[in-house]
């Protein structure tokens, strides 16, 4: 049986894959949890063949991942970077994350609150337990990552979903112009408000990958 190892973006937590893992029993399930909200869980890779499945930060982070096992990664709402610079214009100022940070001491709940309600969330619930260190350790990670030039080792390894209304703008083209990408409608919370279609969209690459 096939694997699929799970990692959630900033602001979330494992459960943030529930709906679409409903969707996709039939393969068996590893979960990431960055310890934003509680404990941190970092489960070995899988010994045996798997997928690994990134939303926003988190597909930036496995496109780092390195394991004889790895079947490809399948980025939703992904990029590469996200802060701008001279040869990434549609990256965020990195300003903005560094506000964010100072603004984590001072008031988690609205930072988190205001971030998800500008990925699409309309009434957020946020978890009882803020770890603000985790939050600001992931946003100063974030505001100097850049995957691009780990792209090519992947070869045809990558597949990209992501949505032309994605309010994320490192997020609306994906991992970029190179890799096979489909655009889905409905912006930053794919795996949330269309889990169905993201669970079609796994199923097809796993199928057609002869390896898996």
Same mark, same amino acid.
């Not at 941190?40 to 930036?60: D, K, M, Q, V, Y």
């Not at 992904?78 to 802060?83: E, L, N, Q, V």
């Given at each position: @049986? ?6 959630? #973006? ?5 459960? !943030? =894959?529930?709906? /679409? ?29 798997? =997928? ?47 506000? @964010?940070?100072?603004? %984590? ?9 205001? !971030?998800?309600? @500008? ?6 619930? +946020? ?10 350790? #992931? ?5 100097? @990552?850049?995957?691009?030039? %780990?792209?090519?080792? =992947?070869? #045809?390894? %990558?597949?990209? /979903? ?5 309010? /994320? ?19 930053? +919370? /794919? ?22």
């Amino acid at each position: @049986m096939t694997t699929l190892y799970f990692l959630h #973006g900033w602001g979330y937590d494992a459960s !943030f =894959w529930a709906p /679409l893992r409903s969707h996709l029993s039939e393969l068996r399930h590893v979960c990431e949890d960055a310890g934003y909200f509680g404990p941190a869980s970092r489960p070995a890779l899988p010994e045996t063949p798997f =997928w690994a499945i990134g939303h926003s930060a988190g597909a930036c982070s496995l496109l780092a991942l390195d394991s004889p096992h790895c079947l490809g990664l399948i980025s939703i709402n992904g990029f590469a970077r996200f802060t701008s610079a001279e040869d990434f214009p549609k990256g965020v100022p990195e300003r903005i994350l560094q506000r @964010m940070i100072r603004q %984590l001491d001072r008031q988690p709940e609205t930072v988190l609150h205001q !971030f998800r309600q @500008m990925c699409g969330e309309t009434d957020p619930a +946020l978890p009882a337990t803020v770890n603000r260190e985790a939050l600001k350790a #992931g946003l100063s990670t974030l505001a100097s @990552m850049d995957h691009r030039s %780990l792209l090519p080792r =992947w070869g #045809g390894r %990558l597949h990209s /979903l992501h949505s032309p209304d994605d309010p /994320l703008s490192p997020a609306r083209n994906g991992l970029g112009p190179h890799v096979p990408g489909i655009t889905l409608p409905g912006g930053h +919370l /794919l795996p949330l408000t269309h889990p169905q279609d993201c669970a079609a969209l796994l199923k097809r690459i796993i199928r057609d990958t002869p390896s898996a």
